[in-house]
């Protein structure tokens, strides 16, 4: 294995380390016993079997995995990027038994050729797009086959090998590193440093290997290389290991978000449901309680909604209720909140808006509904009205749900007042309780 064959054993004699083959383990133990200086048992031969067992297991269980989640793009380039590393350590593993071309040749530039499917992978999955990524990585793979043939057949050296291969490798783990380091979610995912310092390392030691490679003899079997070339095929092996374990931790990341979002969402409407409506309001609250600022909660309920299911059926009721989320949706700011309360009655939360702001924003809601027809398929068209309540946050309120058992009576008296109209029950003058005393416009 040329590339990650290098022999450096001289320069870590002096402190006792040496890449030894073939001891066992007693006679790997015996220096803590003796004193003697420590032997380091690093066999290149199965370390290179494990890389390869690692690349291809870990591949073919990247492939299993996006065909269970198919959602998560990217995780199959990584899945071939494994099994293209792993291929090549079986073609580095095959030297002086095929073409040179093939062992050396072949064999290093699928090894670059994974690792630059393994990032393009992850920035897939990430949705991180990185300028020039494209010809650069496509560069980097041309010009080490180029380098490995050169080295190999027209300019034959080992040492040339393995630095060309060494400064290609740190390469593609920089760009790499890069994309991570500009996609600033991940700095906030612990996966997403994990992956950041793994490129970042894994490029210091390639480089590292290409400037010590300059003193270093070449060795003239690579199967009996010294450490630094062990320590090579475990930054390999690092690579492999921790890129997967990373990916799954980010995949289960975003499964645990969206069920999460999903526990907070309303399968019909696609509103927040009122487990998402109650954690909101608590952090209005507390908003409210540090700063003073002002929330409005309005709560609005379809008029004879029931009358719509006895005649037309659940499933125009359903759809009714969808097209009356979806004019609750457009006509608020992106900040407000609106949610499904339960049945036809659904509840809004305004920040920073007080009881005579809250009121606008519930006549206008009021009055889009009342001009909406709602047509559902050649059969059924419906003119429908909705009744609103409405009411503010007070300093004297100890809970937010205060302001809500008051918007909720503001509904209540809407519709015994008749329906299709706006409530403020804290207005002193009874005569203003009702901003639009219009008549019920549904006529079922």
Request: hydrophobic share 45%; glycine share 8%.
């Amino acid at each position: 294995m040329q590339s990650f064959g290098k022999g450096t054993t001289n320069w870590l004699h002096g402190a006792g380390l040496t890449a030894t083959m073939g001891l066992s383990g007693a006679q790997a133990l015996l220096p803590f016993f003796t004193g003697k200086p420590m032997a380091i048992q690093l066999d290149f031969r199965t370390l290179s079997l494990t890389l390869m067992l690692f690349s291809l297991v870990f591949g073919l269980g990247m492939f299993a995995y996006s065909r269970e989640h198919a959602k998560f793009s990217g995780i199959r380039t990584m899945g071939a990027g494994y099994l293209l590393i792993g291929s090549g350590c079986v073609l580095l593993g095959l030297r002086h038994f095929i073409y040179d071309f093939v062992s050396i040749v072949l064999a290093n530039t699928a090894i670059i050729i994974g690792v630059v499917l393994i990032y393009r992978g992850l920035f897939r999955f990430r949705g991180i797009s990185l300028r020039h990524e494209r010809w650069l990585s496509t560069t980097l793979v041309l010009v080490l086959a180029a380098l490995m043939y050169v080295y190999t057949f027209h300019i034959p050296d080992v040492n040339l090998r393995i630095q060309a291969f060494s400064i290609v490798f740190a390469a593609a783990c920089l760009i790499g590193a890069t994309g991570f380091l500009r996609h600033r979610e991940s700095h906030n995912r612990m996966a997403g440093k994990m992956l950041i310092a793994m490129f970042l390392l894994v490029s210091a030691f390639f480089i590292f290997r290409f400037f010590r490679s300059f003193y270093d003899v070449p060795p003239e079997d690579f199967m009996n290389a010294g450490l630094l070339s062990a320590l090579a095929v475990i930054a390999g092996e690092f690579l492999v290991i921790l890129s997967s374990f990373c990916t799954i931790w980010m995949a289960s990341d975003e499964l645990q978000d969206e069920l999460s979002e999903i526990a907070r969402i309303d399968p019909l409407t696609g509103l927040y449901n009122r487990r998402a409506f109650d954690e909101c309001c608590d952090i209005e609250f507390s908003r409210a309680q540090r700063s003073g600022a002002p929330f409005a909660i309005i709560m609005c309920d379809l008029d004879h909604f029931k009358n719509v299911n006895d005649e037309y059926g659940h499933h125009v009721g359903d759809e009714v209720l969808r097209r009356f989320a979806n004019t609750l949706k457009e006509h608020i700011r992106k900040h407000d909140v609106v949610a499904r309360f339960g049945g036809e009655e659904f509840v809004l939360l305004l920040p920073g808006k007080d009881t005579e702001q809250g009121l606008e924003v519930a006549e206008k809601l009021r009055a889009k509904t009342a001009d909406t027809q709602i047509r559902i398929g050649d059969d059924v068209c419906l003119m429908l009205s909705a009744s609103f309540g409405v009411a503010h946050y007070d300093s004297r309120d100890r809970e937010w749900s205060a302001v809500l058992h008051r918007a909720d009576n503001a509904l209540y008296a809407a519709k015994k007042q008749g329906r299709n109209r706006v409530v403020d029950l804290a207005t002193k003058d009874p005569g203003e309780e009702c901003l639009s005393r219009t008549p019920s416009v549904i006529r079922i």
